[in-house]
T-cell receptor, first 114, second 115 residues
Framework: EPEVTQTPSHQVTQMGQEVILRCVPI?????FYWYRQILGQKVEFLVS????????KSEIFDDQFSVERPDGSNFTLKIRSTKLEDSAMYFC????????????FGPGTRLTVL | AQSVAQPEDQVNVAEGNPLTVKCTYS??????LFWYVQYPNRGLQFLLK??????LVKGSYGFEAEFNKSQTSFHLKKPSALVSDSALYFC?????????????FGSGTRLQVQP
């Protein structure tokens, strides 16, 4: 069964450093998403991406964040200058184009900012 | 604004007994509703969804959920719990009548099935 994959599984970085989280969505999916879950809190939507542009973003997704689909398979989330409060589990998801767009999630990347 | 509530942080049930994990929602218009399960060190795994039609939907691993529009609820159920069902369960929603695709999640309910 096709799955969303994410790398790395755990990223440790120093405050102020740039990080790139990588995702490989399910191959025939056209919508891509990033969510995050701060420890002990709800899963929160960050951004959705379709047809090579952002289709929706939350208030969390400020100028420090960017997304990119650099090739036909990868989908990345970049945080330019990490803050302590960016420490969280980041989930990538993808969905097909039609219907209710069930989102299928990857295993997550745990980001720790020191 | 839309929201999802899971009133129980934890549900404990004995193996073989029926289980219910509660979820209520608030949205303007009709909802699309989803249940996901998270096992330790794993991602969110899709279980089932309600889109339209029959209020009782069936999903993976014997789980089902009942949509109740008047009570704005979408409780997850299973007739006979297994120890392997122990995990963290998330209810989520998006509005069916908007162009938004962002899912709103509940806070999660930890299900503990005792042998």
């Amino acid at each position: 069964e096709p799955e969303v994959t994410q790398t790395p599984s755990h990223q440790v970085t120093q405050m102020g450093q740039e990080v790139i989280l990588r995702c490989v969505p399910i191959s025939n999916h056209l919508y891509f998403y990033w969510y995050r879950q701060i420890l002990g809190q709800k899963v929160e939507f960050l951004v959705s991406f379709y047809n090579n542009e952002i289709s929706e973003k939350s208030e969390i997704f400020d100028d420090q964040f960017s997304v990119e689909r650099p090739d036909g398979s990868n989908f990345t989330l970049k945080i330019r200058s990490t803050k302590l409060e960016d420490s969280a589990m980041y989930f990538c998801a993808s969905s097909e184009r039609g219907g209710p767009l069930t989102q299928y999630f990857g295993p997550g990347t745990r980001l720790t900012v020191l | 604004a839309q929201s999802v509530a899971q009133p129980e942080d934890q549900v404990n049930v004995a193996e073989g007994n029926p289980l219910t994990v509660k979820c209520t929602y608030s949205v303007s218009g009709n909802p699309y509703l989803f249940w996901y399960v998270q096992y330790p060190n794993r991602g969110l795994q899709f279980l089932l969804k309600y889109i339209t039609g029959d209020n009782l939907v069936k999903g993976s691993y014997g789980f089902e959920a009942e949509f109740n529009k008047s009570q704005t609820s979408f409780h997850l159920k299973k007739p006979s719990a297994l120890v392997s069902d122990s995990a963290l369960y998330f209810c989520s929603m998006r509005g069916a009548d908007t162009g938004r695709r962002a899912l709103t999640f509940g806070s999660g309910t930890r299900l503990q099935v005792q042998p």
